[in-house]
């Protein structure tokens, strides 16, 4: 079973071909997020790692980024926002400015947007 079946609201057929046609076009942003987070790449499935993991940072952004008040988060909101501060955790070792780190950042809001696009074209 691969990791790409793992990612809840996508179905693993169409979630494979948008990443590979992704890819095509981000494969050394893949490879950045990869050597930052020590995922090795002769790993298989690695790029789908790096996939759930933009998703998952994309996700966390929408959470923060909201327009809650401070008692409208629910205990889901909590445990996503907590998941958030992991994965900033995860880009932000070993960097010396902010201005690596918001590269990171920005790479895997970025991966993370152009796949939903893809996705949606795909039937």
């Keep these: 079973m691969s990791l ?14 948008a990443l590979n046609m ?6 050394n942003e893949f490879r950045e997020l ?4 020590n995922i090795p790449m002769t790993w298989a499935g690695w790029e789908s790692s790096i996939l759930k ?7 966390a952004f929408e959470i923060l980024s909201s327009k809650m008040g401070r008692y409208d988060y629910d205990k889901t909101s909590h445990a996503s926002i907590h998941k958030c501060m992991t994965l900033m955790r995860q880009l932000a070792r070993g960097k010396k400015t902010v201005t ?4 990171l950042q920005n790479i895997a809001y970025t991966l993370a ?11």
Excluded at 22 to 27: A, F, K, P, V
């Design 34 to 37: 990869a050597n930052t987070m």
């Design 53 to 59: 993991f933009c998703l998952d940072f994309d996700k």
């Design 22 to 27: 992704l890819l095509i076009d981000r494969m």
């Design 100 to 103: 690596e780190f918001t590269h």
């Design 4 to 17: 790409l079946a793992n990612i809840e609201g996508y179905e693993s057929q169409r979630t494979e071909k």
């Design 113 to 123: 947007q152009e796949f939903k696009v893809i996705y949606r074209r795909i039937e």
